[in-house]
């Protein structure tokens, strides 16, 4: 499952996994995103793993899915995973992406590292009401 909240003054999108992770919630994230930033323009990204219990994707989908290139092109990323299994996905994804001429994301193990990358102060998510 997955929850989208916007921080308009800061451009930032919060990306909210839980449960179990999913293909569902790869292709939920890769339609709800490229909605939001056809609707909204490019934005920062944050990509919260912390409520996700275990991964049910094959490894061959985390790497196409490494392949692709960035929504929104030359927009920061910050993946939140505090889970040892989910921080080494991470890593992969973020290498793959560097190797395919995307900005590569930042990996943090909590949500307050990602926050302070970004320079957030206060943040006002509002939840994105997805159809």
Do not use: C, W
């Not at 919630?25 to 609707?39: G, H, L, M, Q, Y």
């Not at 889970?83 to 900005?103: K, S």
């Amino acid at each position: 499952m997955l929850v989208l909240s916007f921080d308009r003054r800061n451009r930032v999108l919060l990306v909210q996994f839980s449960g179990i992770y999913s293909s569902e919630d790869i292709s939920a994230f890769d339609r709800d995103v490229s909605r939001f930033v056809a609707e909204e323009g490019p934005v920062r990204g944050l990509y919260d793993f912390s409520g996700v219990k275990a991964v049910a994707v094959p490894k061959t989908k985390l790497f196409e899915l490494g392949r692709r290139p960035q929504v929104a092109l030359d927009q920061v990323r910050v993946i939140v995973a505090p889970q040892l299994e989910i921080h080494e996905l991470a890593r992969l994804y973020a290498t793959l992406q560097r190797d395919f001429g995307n900005v590569e994301p930042r990996i943090v193990r909590t949500l307050a590292e990602a926050y302070e990358l970004l320079g957030l102060r206060d943040p006002d998510f509002e939840l994105v009401e997805n159809d």
